[in-house]
C-alpha cells in the first residue's frame, strides 16, 4: 500500500459501525493498520463486529454509545482513550430516519430524536475528540452525510434536513479546526445496499426508476463508500478539507 494511504498505528473511532457504510468503513480501515473503535448503540452488536476484525489480523474493540447521548459520546472518547491512548480519527456515520412523510406532517417528536442522533451526535463527539486532537497536532473527521442533503428526497424531509445540517457542520468545523490541522470533509452517498436503505432498495418500482437514472447502473455497496473514507483518514487527503464528495453512482448528474 502507499504510504499516503497507510494508517498504521492510527487510532480511529466509527460510530453506527455495527454494519452496513460504517461496519465496511470500520473494517477497510483496519485492514490499512489503523486500532478501530467501533461503536453503535449495543454492545454485543459492536463486540461482533470488533471480534471479526481481530480474526482478521486487525486491531479493535466494541463500545456501546448511543448517538443521541452527549454523556456516552464523551465516555466514548474516554474508552478510547484509555485503551488505545489517543484519538486520530472519527467517522460520525450513525444516523436515525424514524419519519417517512411531509416535513409540516411530522410531530415534534421526529424533529427531536433525528436532530439529536444526526447533527447534535456529530457535533458532541467531535466537541470531545478535538480536545485531544488539537493536543496530537492534527486530526481527521469524517462526517457521513448524503445527497438528499444537498437534493431533499421525497418523504425524507427531516432526515434531508438534518444530512444538510451535517454538510453546513463540516464546512463550518473545517475553517473552525484548520489552524489546527484538523480536516473536515463528508461523504454525501446515494443508495447504498444496507438494511437502514432498505426501504427503499427493497421496493421493486423505486429501484427500477432509480436504476434508470444513474449512470453506472447499480445501487452501491458499502465498501464504495469505504474507500473515500480511507481516504480522507490518510495523509493522501492533508490539503483537503471543508469538501463533499458526492458518491452515487452519478444519479445526481440529472435525467439521461
Not at 450513525?94 to 427531536?112: C, I, M, R
Request: charged share 15%.
Amino acid at each position: 500500500m502507499s504510504d499516503l494511504f497507510d494508517i498504521t498505528g492510527k487510532v480511529a473511532i466509527v460510530t453506527g459501525a455495527s454494519r452496513g457504510i460504517g461496519q465496511s468503513i470500520a473494517e477497510e480501515f483496519a485492514k490499512a493498520g489503523a486500532k478501530v473503535v467501533v461503536s453503535s448503540r449495543k454492545q454485543d452488536s459492536v463486540d461482533a463486529i470488533a471480534q471479526a476484525i481481530k480474526d482478521n489480523g486487525g486491531e479493535a474493540i466494541g463500545v456501546a454509545a448511543h448517538n443521541g447521548d452527549k454523556e456516552a459520546l464523551y465516555a466514548l472518547v474516554d474508552k478510547t482513550v484509555d485503551h488505545f491512548g489517543t484519538v486520530d480519527i472519527i467517522v460520525n456515520n450513525a444516523a436515525t430516519n424514524p419519519h417517512f412523510g411531509t416535513v409540516l406532517d411530522a410531530e415534534d417528536s421526529y424533529w427531536q430524536k433525528t436532530l439529536e442522533v444526526n447533527v447534535m451526535g456529530n457535533v458532541w463527539l467531535c466537541q470531545a475528540a478535538t480536545k485531544i486532537m488539537k493536543e496530537n497536532g492534527g486530526g481527521k473527521i469524517i462526517n457521513v452525510a448524503s445527497i438528499v442533503g444537498i437534493n431533499p428526497g421525497q418523504f425524507q424531509g427531516i432526515y434531508s434536513v438534518t444530512k444538510a445540517a451535517v454538510i453546513s457542520l463540516t464546512k463550518t468545523l473545517a475553517m473552525e479546526l484548520g489552524s489546527d490541522n484538523i480536516q473536515v470533509n463528508a461523504i454525501a452517498p446515494g443508495l447504498v445496499k444496507t438494511k437502514f436503505a432498505q426501504a427503499l432498495w427493497g421496493n421493486e418500482h423505486l429501484m427500477e426508476q432509480v436504476l434508470t437514472q444513474t449512470p453506472v447502473g447499480r445501487i452501491g455497496q458499502p465498501v464504495d463508500i469505504a474507500g473515500l473514507a480511507l481516504f480522507l483518514a490518510s495523509n493522501a487527503s492533508d490539503f483537503t478539507t471543508g469538501s463533499v464528495f458526492v458518491a452515487d453512482g452519478g444519479i445526481t448528474l440529472g435525467s439521461l
